[in-house]
């Protein structure tokens, strides 16, 4: 016997059930799938090579009947674009190449209409240069109050020709920038974790937390039910701004409590942004990026009185192994569990190499990754992949066009890139545009159906098969098994929420668990396995073949079953 992903279901019984979700299901965000969409490269409704808010608003129905719960929204706010709109100058303003407030607000209706919440972006770490207290903080000089809502410091030396200390910035170089003063002499430094062009906020300001406090409650007034909160670990630096004594830091990140990133006194902050929160009717939630050395210090984020969700960094980064996985899951589960907070699985993200692609290639290269490897394998396993993480207990996330299980673009041409760590040495890979190339609708048009003037980064020529319109109602792609899968995953009453897995035995290099009457397979392996059949198969990744009460799993495939 074979089994194959079915269809989705008819969008007419999805409409229905997502609406009466929002209206009255309690406790959303705790088995919520939540799809994140970059904005830039989702759907351009002008033309312009660019996606926008309107593009996105008449997408919506496709993400109803894909089957999630929430859009998650990367940032559309009025900015240079330094750093791809992560360089705010004015949080209460859409960015003209998105469109207006209007168009957000369209957006967020008709998504509200549709069943589905939205989550947008926030960066309180840092601002754009062009925002207007640090505009201001330049013109007025040393000593002057505005320069006291960002870090600038003196710099050391016999001129003061150094920076203030030794931090290295997340996209290569100094953390600091020397500014010019307003009467044209070498100045003071000011700090940036990111580009120059991304002043860090000095969170001891109380005009800090009063503007952000504001902003929470305009965009909560908008109607949005959520927020992803960008650096959710920066913010709070330590006293004194001591130096690492250590250089290549990027290289301890996610290893040890930095000066800049995972201190305490970010906690404060979000008790105050929750009680915020707690006012609006409707389970509005916050979700952190938060990068800690242990998932145990993550779960600091998602007490009960601070934030909702927090990403599994520790998840995206595990290899393809049976042994990883379950050793990652149990320890994410296990700190979850004490604080009451949904654990969340992600496997890809506008900031990591797609996991098509990452699982192509050897283990051990990293979460950025410039070879395209073995693509057939790599698809093989993101599909698996998928499968055990929409298996797991809590919420889960997907990138947009992850479902078309799109690789990433390795041989971008330097001159079309855009990331900012591209062009600063000794930081991120700087490769991130990979990622972020605007996703296949048709098989046909100058930019597959993205919009009607080509795209901001081109497109492969391969990808009209990969395209929306390509899979839907092909039989075994990868958007009708997304489809399936989370049609299956609201339909099974033990799949969502919860906080434990029953690991079952099985072959080294396979996880086998049981939850309730429900029952996940994961072959990592490249070879079959034979493992006992557990009831009947609601879908696999790959096709499987039954016999006298076994069942023959391909290598890389995963497997559901119901006992019921």
Known sequence: MSQQPSAAPAPTSVTSLATATVAERRDWWRDAVIYQVYPRSFADSNGDG??????????????????????????????????AGYDVADYRAVDPMFGSLLDADALIRDAHGLGLRIIV????????????????????????????????????????????????????????????????????????LFAPEQPDFNWEHPAVGDEFRSILRFWLDMGVDGFRIDVAHGMVKAEGLPDLGSHEQLKLLGNDVMPFFDQDGVHEIYRQWRRILDEYSGERIFVAEAWTPTVERTANYVRPDELHQAFNFQYLGTHWDAEELRTVIDRTLDA???????????????????HATRFANPAGLGTQIRL?????????????????MLALPGSAYVYQGEELGLPDVVDLPDEVRQDPAYFRGAGQDGFRDGCRVPIPWTRTGTSYGFGAGGSWLPQPAGWAELSVEAQTGESGSTLELYRAALATRRDQPDLGAGDAVEWLRAPEGVLAFRRGDFVCVANTTGESVTVPAHGRVLLSSDEVTEADGETKVPGDTTVWWTTA
Not at 122 to 135: A, G, I, K, M, T
Not at 336 to 354: E, I, Q, Y
Not at 377 to 382: M, P, Q, Y
Request: charged fraction near 25%.
């Open 121 to 192: 972006d926030l960066v309180p770490n840092h601002s754009s240069d062009q925002y207007e207290w640090f505009r201001r903080a330049l013109a007025e000089g040393p000593g002057s109050p505005s320069r006291d809502r960002y870090h600038f410091r003196p710099g050391k030396g016999k001129n003061g020709e150094l920076p203030p200390n030794d931090w290295e910035s997340i996209f290569g170089g100094p953390a600091w920038t020397r500014v010019t003063e307003p009467d044209g002499t070498p100045g003071e430094w000011y700090l940036h």
């Open 372 to 388: 395209a490897g073995d693509r057939a394998l790599g698809l093989r396993r993101a599909r698996a992949a998928t499968l055990l």
């Open 336 to 354: 979850m569990r004490p604080v009451g907070a949904p654990a969340t699985w992600v496997l890809s993200n506008h900031d990591v190499t797609r």
């Open 50 to 83: 660019m996606g926008d808010l309107e593009g996105v608003r008449t997408r919506l129905p496709y993400l109803r009947d894909l089957g999630v719960d929430a859009v998650w929204l990367s940032p559309f706010y009025a900015s240079p674009q330094a750093d």
